[in-house]
């Protein structure tokens, strides 16, 4: 049995539930990152920032939640660096890595 993947999924779930102020002061949700978000996303039904966070590098921490097929909402997370949008799907190991270098607060 391979428990690597969801060992996996499970360290980035806490890593995003313990994620923070790490990258800096909250930000408007009216934000050019936030927009650029907007501009990716496959659809912005119920589309709602929870939180936004930008650090001295420019980098953008936003946490959002859209609507789901279920008629539900999903919280959501993604890394906006310049052009570049990174979102938690599953498997994207860039997301991760990015959301772990940049949003989650060190030592934490």
């Given at each position: 049995?391979?428990?690597?993947?969801?060992?996996?999924?499970?360290?980035?779930?806490?890593?995003?539930?313990?994620?923070?102020?790490?990258?800096?002061?909250?930000?408007?949700?009216?934000?050019?990152?936030?927009?650029?978000?907007?501009?990716?996303?496959?659809?912005?039904?119920?589309?709602?920032?929870?939180?936004v966070r930008t650090g001295?590098?420019?980098?953008?921490?936003?946490?959002?939640?859209?609507?789901?097929?279920?008629?539900?909402?999903?919280?959501?997370?993604?890394?906006?660096?310049?052009?570049?949008?990174?979102?938690?799907?599953?498997?994207?190991?860039?997301?991760?890595?990015?959301?772990?270098?940049?949003?989650?607060?060190?030592?934490?």
């Amino acid at each position: 049995m391979n428990v690597s993947r969801p060992l996996t999924v499970i360290c980035l779930g806490v890593a995003l539930t313990t994620a923070a102020s790490a990258a800096g002061p909250a930000m408007n949700a009216d934000s050019p990152a936030v927009e650029k978000l907007k501009s990716k996303l496959p659809s912005t039904l119920g589309f709602e920032v929870k939180d936004v966070r930008t650090g001295a590098d420019g980098t953008s921490c936003i946490t959002y939640v859209v609507a789901n097929g279920n008629n539900g909402t999903s919280t959501q997370h993604a890394v906006v660096a310049g052009d570049d949008v990174l979102r938690d799907t599953s498997g994207n190991t860039r997301f991760a890595n990015a959301w772990n270098k940049k949003c989650v607060k060190a030592g934490s």
